[in-house]
T-cell receptor, first 114, second 109 residues
Framework: EPEVTQTPSHQVTQMGQEVILRCVPI?????FYWYRQILGQKVEFLVSFYNNEISEKSEIFDDQFSVERPDGSNFTLKIRSTKLEDSAMYFC????????????FGDGTRLSIL | RKEVEQDPGPFNVPEGATVAFNCTYS??????FFWYRQDCRKEPKLLMS???SGNEDGRFTAQLNRASQYISLLIRDSKLSDSATYLCVVSGGYNKLIFGAGTRLAVHP
């Protein structure tokens, strides 16, 4: 069964440093998403991406965050200047259409900010 | 009011038991509904979509009541492997998912 893959599985970074989280969505999917889950809390939407542009973003997704699809397969989330509160599990997801179709999640990147 | 509200549990049940989870959502315009399961420190995995007419997948039955903005999941004949957190998920806006905080299930021998 096709799956969403994410790298790295764990990233440890000093506060203030830039970090890039990588995702390879399912190959025929057109809609891509990032979510995060702070330890012990619920999964929260960050951003959705379609047709090479952001279609929706949450208030968490401020100017420190950006997303990019640099080639036909990768989808990245960049945090420009990390803060302690950015420590969380970051999940990438993809779907083959909007709305009614379920999203398939990668196994996540655990981001630890020191 | 929370966008998606679930009883956090935990539900501790013996193998073979039937257990029911409930969920309410606040946005009456939501169009799509799902149950995901999440094992400890793992990604959410789709369990089933939820349709207005109700739907069943093996031991799992999901119901949706749009008028009451209420979703349920019934698990029959619980297995040890069903132990996980069950996430009620609702579409919000065009294509984002809104997650409940989850209901933890522990099935014991």
């Amino acid at each position: 069964e096709p799956e969403v893959t994410q790298t790295p599985s764990h990233q440890v970074t000093q506060m203030g440093q830039e970090v890039i989280l990588r995702c390879v969505p399912i190959s025929n999917h057109l809609y891509f998403y990032w979510y995060r889950q702070i330890l012990g809390q619920k999964v929260e939407f960050l951003v959705s991406f379609y047709n090479n542009e952001i279609s929706e973003k949450s208030e968490i997704f401020d100017d420190q965050f950006s997303v990019e699809r640099p080639d036909g397969s990768n989808f990245t989330l960049k945090i420009r200047s990390t803060k302690l509160e950015d420590s969380a599990m970051y999940f990438c997801a993809s779907s083959d259409s909007a709305s009614a179709q379920p999203q398939h999640f990668g196994d996540g990147t655990r981001l630890s900010i020191l | 009011r929370k966008e998606v509200e679930q009883d956090p549990g935990p539900f501790n049940v013996p193998e073979g038991a039937t257990v029911a989870f409930n969920c309410t959502y606040s946005n009456s315009a939501s169009q799509s509904f799902f149950w995901y399961r999440q094992d400890c420190r793992k990604e959410p995995k789709l369990l089933m979509s939820v349709y207005s007419s109700g739907n069943e997948d093996g031991r799992f039955t999901a119901q949706l009541n749009r008028a009451s903005q209420y979703i349920s999941l019934l698990i029959r004949d619980s297995k040890l492997s069903d132990s996980a957190t069950y996430l009620c998920v609702v579409s919000g806006g065009y294509n984002k998912l809104i997650f409940g905080a989850g209901t933890r299930l522990a099935v014991h021998p």
